[in-house]
């Protein structure tokens, strides 16, 4: 690495890098070797860095926001001089391809970015009021310290997709980024110290000891938002949680997204566009495509295309040159998948590519595309992590619609046709937070991501993803 300094391997609380008794081993899901021992935080941890975040929020929220932006606009400047030491670290922490690293950083440098900008924009209004002897108006302010909990799949645009938007507001942030993972979240705290975001306002607690840390996290009375990324079993013991104090939330939790053929699409871009979302990251993201409807018109010319483009991917470690499918996380994730192929198969659906692991290591798993699918085999009811592409048949546009809704999960969906009255029709019925139309990848800054559901509540990203971490004061003034 050019920056030796982004190998952190303490925690960061309250300004100082802090030991801890235990520690924590980071491996390269691609070979398994370890990269690093890092401290183990502790329940103890979690509440002085809460503690930190608590005693410094009135002087950060206190700052102007031009003086929050030049700080903000620093830590971006400082992410984007590091981004190749950044995606390297990402890369070998995580597993996914240099390109697709990089690609991250980009992606997660831009929400600092655009947050430092959209922070001079927090507006209150002047309300015309009811009674001639009194005035009224609104304020938005920071709703005060902000605890996240971040996943493995995005280690770095996780936290900065959350922590901009809350520094930026004038809350203060504890973070536990998970612990396949925490190598890239002490990176963005070296960078984030250098760039003169005060001890306190940002903290970093990485801990295996999930069910205690997170305890504190939800029910500390001194935290008065938490926001999470990650399962919805996980995410609803977590409201339950968060319930006991009352807290504001945000919940970016599981999918299961529809990816829609109408027999008038471009086959061409809906196979980019399927290959885009399904198999980026090995098909570990959480808006990566599940169930691919396509019109029995057009099936077999889809599955063939597909199948070509999945043929091309060159599994390897993420740094090889020519890599651009890594492995999975851990071995639980390559058996999921493999189970969930399985079940498949025995009920009748065809494997056409893949269905095996790989000889590159334990967490490998082939790219894998599966037909005759039908609607109450796992593969149609359960979120896919992994490289599992799945194809249904359909016949109208109302049936596929009702297919595609019927799932406790709204996260995101796709939608490929040429007919703009159909693609207007079917976007509107989509019982979903995000639905892409002709595109696979659609995640942008100054757009709101979330989803409806059991996918999550609130909203990051854009301007929405701002109001996630304001108050807004009513002020009232009689005569």
């Known amino acids: 690495m050019n920056n030796s300094q982004l190998l952190q391997t303490k925690n960061y609380i309250d300004g100082q890098w802090c030991e801890s008794t235990g520690k924590l081993a980071v491996t390269d899901p691609a070979n398994g070797e370890l990269l690093a021992e890092i401290a183990d935080g502790s329940v103890a941890d979690a509440e002085r860095a809460v503690a930190a975040a608590h005693r410094v929020f009135p002087e950060w929220r206190s700052k102007t926001a031009a003086e929050r932006a030049a700080v903000l606009k620093r830590w971006y400047q400082l992410i984007v001089e590091n981004r190749e030491d950044l995606a390297r670290m990402l890369t070998l922490e995580q597993g996914k391809p240099l390109a697709e690293a990089l690609g991250e ?21 002047t309300i015309p009021t009811h ?45 536990k980024p998970a ?14 110290e250098e760039a003169g975001i005060p001890a306190g306002a940002l903290n970093v607690v990485a801990s295996k000891d999930s069910r205690g840390v997170g305890k504190v996290l939800t029910q500390d009375a001194r935290v008065a938002k938490f926001t999470f990324t990650g399962s919805t079993p996980v995410g609803k013991l977590l409201m339950e949680q968060c319930a006991s104090t009352v807290k504001k939330m945000s919940m970016e939790l599981g999918g299961n997204a529809p990816f829609i053929v109408f027999d008038d699409a471009d086959i061409d871009v809906a196979v980019t566009a399927c290959m885009a979302t399904k198999m980026r990251n090995a098909g570990q993201t959480c808006v990566s495509t599940n169930r691919i409807y396509v019109h029995e018109s057009v099936h077999d010319a889809f599955v063939s295309k597909l199948q070509a483009q999945m043929e091309t991917l060159q599994p ?56 005759d699918v039908h609607d109450e085999m796992r593969v149609a009811r359960e979120e896919i992590f992994g490289p599992l592409a799945v194809v249904q048949k359909f016949r109208d546009e109302d049936d596929v619609i009702r297919r595609a809704n019927d799932t406790p ?26 639905v892409a139309c002709n595109a696979g990848v659609f995640s942008t800054t100054v757009a709101p991501f979330g989803g409806c559901k059991e996918s999550g509540i609130g909203r990051e990203g854009g301007v929405e993803g701002m109001a996630e971490f304001y108050e807004t004061k009513y002020c009232c003034y009689g005569a």
Request: proline share 6%; aromatic share 10%.
């Open 179 to 192: 612990s396949e993972t925490p190598l890239s979240a002490l990176a963005l705290c070296a960078l984030a």
């Open 105 to 125: 950083i980009d992606y997660g440098a831009s929400y600092i970015e655009w947050y430092a900008e959209e922070c001079r924009r927090a507006y209150g209004q």
């Open 409 to 434: 999960y709204g996260l995101a969906a796709y939608v490929m046709s040429e007919n703009i009255h159909r693609a207007n029709r079917v976007v509107e019925a989509l019982e979903y937070g995000m």
């Open 316 to 371: 390897g470690h993420g740094l090889e040159e020519g890599t651009n499918f890594g492995p999975l996380i851990y071995r639980r994730a390559v058996d999921q998948v493999h189970g969930l192929v399985e079940e498949a198969v025995a009920n009748g659906a065809r494997l056409l590519l893949g269905g095996d692991f790989l000889p590159h290591g334990e967490n490998y798993y082939a790219p894998t595309l599966l037909v």
């Open 131 to 175: 009674n001639p002897a009194m005035r009224l108006h609104t304020i938005r302010q920071p709703v005060g310290v902000v605890t996240c909990i971040t996943p493995w799949n995005f280690p770095n645009a996780m936290i900065t997709r959350k922590a901009a938007p809350a520094l930026a507001a004038g809350c203060t942030v504890v973070i």
